[in-house]
């Protein structure tokens, strides 16, 4: 069974202190590891998609890199807007099911 | 803004009364996904379909049904409601083709009372 486990569960940083989250998971046949934000009452918003170990994709202040074993969401310099639940998902590779397995998060918090 | 349409925003009900969640996908995607986020349990697939045609089913329970239209707008009909049935349900669409990325929609907030 596929699994996804994201730590910290919650941190808190000061504006400017960069940091780095981490999802590691379990899954049969990895077919993309996404990385989405979401806000309280929101929907998931995309950030990205990662599909074989060494890859790596940035944006802004987040910058997403993949191993075999585990993922890690690096945040430069945060700013308060930053401010967000984390989450980590994983698809697996069975043939026509293509449906995410989430982490619990990682709920992040910027202080000025 | 995902282009991902959900309707109602909120809703609350009693037990064991019936309702249905309302989706539009992002224009052109094929596939649509339910999934539910409690508090407790953090976001579980329930449902994929692909095209009208149901293509994977998770944790999704009996008193749950979905179905996906013509015109590709989906429906969740949650029925027999318990109390922990209230969640944030979530839609979601994707193109259908390979390795592609999910994109979600605002969310119903369900209350059952």
């Known amino acids: 069974e596929d699994q996804v486990t994201q730590s910290p569960e919650a941190l808190r940083l000061q504006e400017g202190e960069s940091s780095s989250l981490n999802c590691s998971y379990t899954?049969?046949?990895?077919?993309?590891l996404f990385w989405y934000r979401q806000d309280p009452g929101k929907g998931p918003e995309f950030l990205f998609t990662?599909?074989?170990a060494g890859e790596e994709k940035e944006k802004e202040r987040l910058k997403a890199t993949l191993t075999k074993k585990e993922s890690f969401l690096h945040i430069t310099a945060p700013k308060p807007e930053d401010s967000a639940t984390y989450l980590c998902a994983v698809r697996q590779g069975a043939t026509g099911r293509r449906a995410l397995t989430f982490g619990s998060g990682t709920r992040l918090q910027v202080q000025p | 803004d995902s282009g991902v349409t959900q309707t109602p925003k909120h809703l609350i009900t009693a037990t064991g009364q019936r309702v249905t969640l309302r989706c539009s996908p992002r224009s052109g995607d094929l596939s649509v996904y339910w999934y539910q986020q409690s508090l407790d349990q953090g976001l579980q697939f329930l449902i994929q379909?692909?095209?009208?045609?149901?293509?994977a089913k998770g944790n999704i329970l009996e008193r749950f049904s979905a179905q996906q239209f013509p015109d590709l707008h989906s429906e969740l009909n949650l029925s027999s409601l318990e109390l922990g049935d209230s969640a944030l349900y979530f839609c979601?669409?994707?193109?259908?083709?390979?390795?592609?990325?999910?994109?979600f929609g605002p969310g119903t907030r369900l209350l059952v009372l």
């Open positions: 379909y692909y095209n009208g045609e149901e293509r």
């Open positions: 899954v049969s046949g990895l077919r993309g």
């Open positions: 979601a669409s994707s193109p259908g083709t390979l390795q592609e990325t999910q994109y």
């Open positions: 990662l599909y074989s």
